[in-house]
């Protein structure tokens, strides 16, 4: 079956970095987005991946190890305004994306 | 803005009842897809359109339907609603639906539904 893990929740400290793991499987690839969702609000669009390797969006960057099934989404200098949900999606052979349940993220002062 | 919208905000609604929401994609997307997510749930995928035709049906119940018109807006009628049904119900476009950047998908802000 296809399936998508990330953890639940994690707490991070504010002007700290956190680092979102996401793992997939799915029948065929073809590319893995993160969406930041604050809560009762719409998802936003944050990166797309489809090749292995970093990309570097100002605070964000996301990085695909297609080989490993694996993406994480990195966040720098965290603010109380990154304090959302962070979903991950992989796209299957269908171009069907897959969906994640979603990582919580607490900042702390 | 992410250009998508949906109407009404909110809903509220008795058990039995039947509403449709209604979704304007951005301009230019020829996809649609509709979303339910219940408090504190993911996402989850009911229906997508393209171009007027169904594309992929996720877990929609047969109490629901959906259709894209030729102006490419799309409605979501929910009927003999249940309390369950209580939901946030989200509306997302892409130009594309073939793999690549153009497939990202750009959500509207949303329709809450009470079932009461």
């Known amino acids: 079956g296809q399936n998508i893990d990330q953890p639940t929740e994690m707490t991070a400290t504010e002007g700290a970095i956190v680092q979102i793991n996401c793992t997939y499987q799915?029948?065929?690839?073809?590319?893995l987005f993160w969406y930041q969702q604050h809560a009762g609000e719409a998802p936003t669009f944050l990166s797309y991946?489809?090749l292995d390797g970093l990309e570097e969006k100002g605070r964000f960057s996301s990085f695909l190890s297609r080989s490993k099934g694996y993406s994480y989404l990195l966040l720098k200098e965290l603010q109380m305004k990154d304090s959302a949900s962070y979903l991950c999606?992989?796209?299957?052979?269908?171009?069907?994306?897959?969906w994640g349940a979603g990582t919580k993220l607490i900042i702390k002062p | 803005d992410s250009g998508v919208t949906q109407t009404p905000k909110h809903l509220i609604t008795a058990t039995g009842q039947r509403v449709t929401l209604r979704c304007s994609p951005r301009?230019?997307?020829?996809?649609v897809y509709w979303y339910q997510q219940s408090l504190d749930q993911g996402l989850q995928f009911l229906i997508q359109?393209?171009?007027?035709?169904?594309?992929a049906k996720g877990n929609i119940l047969e109490r629901f339907s959906a259709q894209q018109f030729p102006d490419l807006h799309s409605e979501l009628n929910l009927s003999s609603l249940e309390l369950g049904d209580s939901a946030l119900y989200f509306c997302?476009?892409?130009?594309?639906?073939?793999?690549?950047?153009?497939?990202?998908?750009?959500f509207g802000p949303g329709t809450r539904l009470t079932v009461l």
């Open positions: 997302a476009s892409s130009e594309g639906t073939s793999g690549g950047p153009t497939d990202t998908q750009y």
């Open positions: 301009s230019g997307d020829l996809s």
């Open positions: 359109y393209y171009n007027g035709e169904e594309r």
């Open positions: 799915t029948s065929g690839f073809n590319g």
């Open positions: 991946n489809v």
């Open positions: 999606a992989a796209m299957d052979s269908n171009y069907q994306l897959i």
